[in-house]
């Protein structure tokens, strides 16, 4: 299974963006890259994915290089309350049961 | 967010004790999981489940077992507890339509 490195935290000013690297370098064709978060002591929390193409929904927006070997998530105006561990995971339908979680960066948003 | 729900939210139970888990969701969702989590481990899955009466162990199923009876139920038991299975423990779904995974709000299991 393909692996990601992620930078273990980060701080980000309100209002400003917040870029947060993500590392799958082996990762194979058939693979989806997600991202998630978790907000202290509450279970993780969906926040987009994608496989080749960039994307973007109300929370945030999803860069994935050509090469498929990073991305980058970005929370386009961060609050507080977007202070969280924020994971990033590669997964495929072929791997169920293998959702494999590591240990995210921990974003901290400061005012 | 998929309704689901974990019972009970807190517990502290004595070692050597059964202790069991319950995550129940009404999504109609094929896919469950149980996750524990501790410091400096992040999530781990313990089992998980494609279907009634269907599941498979995860990284970290030694001392634990499942059951699913139900689409909407998936039970996590610990036959005998040690302090070492003290952690909480997260259920989550599989929508399959896009395949984001959904978080029950965990269970804190204290075992002394």
């Known amino acids: 299974d393909a692996k990601t490195t992620q930078p273990p935290s980060m701080d980000c000013a309100e209002g400003r963006a917040a870029n947060l690297p993500c590392n799958h370098s082996?990762?194979?064709?058939?693979?989806?890259v997600y991202w998630y978060r978790q907000i202290h002591s509450q279970g993780p929390q969906y926040i987009i994915h994608g496989l080749k193409n960039n994307e973007t929904n109300e929370m945030a927006s999803l860069i994935i290089t050509e090469d498929r070997k990073s991305s980058t998530l970005i929370l386009p105006h961060a609050t507080l309350r977007d202070t969280a561990v924020y994971y990033c995971i590669v997964w495929t339908t072929d791997s169920w049961g293998k959702f494999q979680f590591g240990a995210g960066t921990q974003v901290v948003v400061t005012p | 967010d998929a309704g689901i729900t974990q019972s009970p939210r807190h517990k502290v139970t004595e070692t050597g004790t059964p202790v069991t888990l319950r995550c129940h969701q009404t999504?109609?969702?094929?896919?469950m999981y149980w996750y524990r989590q501790d410091p400096g481990h992040g999530l781990r899955l313990i089992h998980y489940?494609?279907?009634?009466?269907?599941?498979d162990k995860g990284e970290v199923s030694d001392g634990y077992s499942v059951s699913r009876s139900k689409t909407e139920d998936f039970l996590l038991t610990l036959e005998s507890a040690t302090s070492s299975q003290t952690s909480v423990y997260f259920c989550?779904?599989?929508?399959?339509?896009?395949?984001?995974?959904?978080f029950g709000p965990g269970t804190r299991l204290t075992v002394t």
């Open positions: 082996t990762i194979s064709g058939n693979e989806y």
């Open positions: 489940s494609y279907g009634v009466k269907d599941t």
């Open positions: 989550a779904t599989t929508g399959t339509e896009t395949y984001e995974q959904y």
């Open positions: 999504e109609n969702h094929r896919y």
